[in-house]
T-cell receptor
Framework: NAGVTQTPKFQVLKTGQSMTLQCAQD?????MSWYRQDPGMGLRLIHY???????DQGEVPNGYNVSRSTTEDFPLRLLSAAPSQTSVYFC????????FGQGTRLTVV | RKEVEQDPGPFNVPEGATVAFNCTYS??????FFWYRQDCRKEPKLLMS???SGNEDGRFTAQLNRASQYISLLIRDSKLSDSATYLC????????????FGRGTQLTVWP
């Protein structure tokens, strides 16, 4: 039972580098989303998708891009990493409830 | 005003105690309500959905008051394993659509 799989689990980037956080789900969910979680801030929505080819912005989209070419995959791209993007990133999918991946702990130095 | 407000705690209770968490939401059109549990450095996991008539799952009872836009979670007979952060979650639609998370209430149960 894979559920939602995120890779990598940990990553350290230098300021200005780019990278892609991967997210895959095997539950055939239409809805997928990316959150970041910072101490004292709770979970904040970055981007979400209601199906292949359809994406939209959440409350903190700046500095991030997404695409949804298949139902299964929803990668999150950091275009030019900044220290302010140091956070824990969670991918989630679901119909009526959200199933979360294990998270990616990203540090930007 | 935030979509979902929770008392952050922390709540520190002995084993066997009863503890209640409260949550308010700002959008009266919200239709779906949940409590999630998040252990330290782990992903959030669904604890229970909250239904209009209230619902119970073992030691956990959830209540919804639409008129006051208020959600509660009651934990009876607390166990050490209940120590976690509890997230109140609201969605405007019945299905799909974005979820709004509270910042979470931290619970520590001590022996």
């Amino acid at each position: 039972n894979a559920g939602v799989t995120q890779t990598p689990k940990f990553q350290v980037l230098k300021t200005g580098q780019s990278m892609t956080l991967q997210c895959a789900q095997d539950m055939n969910h239409e809805y997928m989303s990316w959150y970041r979680q910072d101490p004292g801030m709770g979970l904040r929505l970055i981007h979400y998708s209601v199906g292949a080819g359809i994406t939209d912005q959440g409350e903190v989209p700046n500095g991030y891009n997404v695409s949804r070419s298949t139902t299964e995959d929803f990668p999150l791209r950091l275009l030019s990493a900044a220290p302010s993007q140091t956070s824990v990133y969670f991918c989630a999918s679901g119909r009526t409830e959200a199933f979360f991946g294990q998270g990616t702990r990203l540090t930007v130095v | 005003r935030k979509e979902v407000e929770q008392d952050p705690g922390p709540f520190n209770v002995p084993e066997g105690a009863t503890v209640a968490f409260n949550c308010t939401y700002s959008n009266s059109a919200s239709q779906s309500f949940f409590w999630y549990r998040q252990d330290c450095r782990k992903e959030p996991k669904l604890l229970m959905s909250v239904y209009s008539s209230g619902n119970e799952d073992g030691r956990f009872t959830a209540q919804l008051n639409r008129a006051s836009q208020y959600i509660s979670l009651l934990i009876r007979d607390s166990k050490l394993s209940d120590s976690a952060t509890y997230l109140c979650v609201v969605r405007r639609g019945a299905t799909l659509g974005r979820l709004y998370f509270g910042r979470g209430t931290q619970l520590t149960v001590w022996p």
